[in-house]
């Protein structure tokens, strides 16, 4: 089955503006989660979806956004860009009907500001 | 203290050997644990889950768990080129689909 998809893949942006990333799950999964690579900081969690509702949330600031739809697809919004929002994106997807949690990642988009 | 730790390496192996990646946590409530491996420019892999204690093998790779300890750790028998990428290990409480991720051990495997 299709994998985790995500869009834009690249994206370049200015400091200041604002910028929603797409992500399609894995067919069936409800949970959503999403999360930013850097080089400094690795991969962090951001949030986490289910049924429409954020379940869990990670240390960000305000500026990052996110909600999920009926059909379980998600988006995040990041506003007022900073240079330090340039990283990866990853969103991810998981069944609570598996055992355990596992996780499955997309592709990414990647976010450069400038 | 970071809550998952790894030695970032580069750990370098030859052709054929096997290579052992290990990692630490902090918190005592994690209970699921997972391997990724990362090519440059690349999304995370999932390579190995393990949530009991003890050894759980899947062809090349054997990931080991001891929560007493809490260390993981994952084996690569036979390792190849190809198996050279960054391999991350994550971990999480129960019932949390948030992973907390250790900083990566990059791995080189000389042909």
């Known amino acids: 089955k299709a994998g985790v998809t995500q869009t834009p893949r690249y994206l370049i942006k200015t400091r200041g503006q604002q910028v929603t990333l797409s992500c399609s799950p894995i067919?069936?999964?409800?949970?959503v989660s999403w999360y930013q690579q850097t080089p400094g900081q690795g991969l962090q969690f951001l949030f986490e979806?289910?049924?429409?509702?954020?379940?869990n949330k990670g240390n960000f600031p305000g500026r990052f956004s996110g909600r999920q739809f009926s059909n379980s697809r998600s988006e995040m919004n990041v506003s007022t860009l900073e240079l330090g929002d340039s990283a990866l994106y990853l969103c991810?997807?998981?069944?609570?009907?598996?055992?355990?949690?596992?996780?499955?990642f997309g592709e990414g988009s990647w976010l450069t500001v400038v | 203290q970071k809550e998952v730790e790894q030695n970032s390496g580069p750990l370098s192996v030859p052709e054929g050997a096997i290579a052992s990646l290990n990692c630490t946590y902090s918190?005592?409530?994690?209970?699921?644990f997972f391997w990724y491996r990362q090519y440059s420019g690349k999304s995370p892999e999932l390579i190995m889950s393990?949530?009991?204690?003890g050894d759980k093998e899947d062809g090349r790779f054997t990931a080991q768990l001891n929560k007493a300890s809490q260390y993981v750790s994952l084996l690569i028998r036979d390792s190849q080129p190809s198996d050279s990428a960054t391999y991350l290990c994550?971990?999480?409480?129960?019932?949390?689909?948030?992973?907390?991720f250790g900083s990566g051990t990059r791995l080189q495997v000389q042909p």
């Open positions: 991810a997807s998981s069944s609570d009907s598996e055992s355990g949690n596992t996780i499955y």
């Open positions: 918190d005592r409530g994690s209970q699921s």
């Open positions: 067919s069936g999964h409800r949970s």
């Open positions: 393990i949530y009991s204690n």
């Open positions: 994550a971990v999480s409480l129960t019932g949390r689909r948030a992973l907390t």
């Open positions: 979806y289910f049924s429409e509702t954020q379940r």
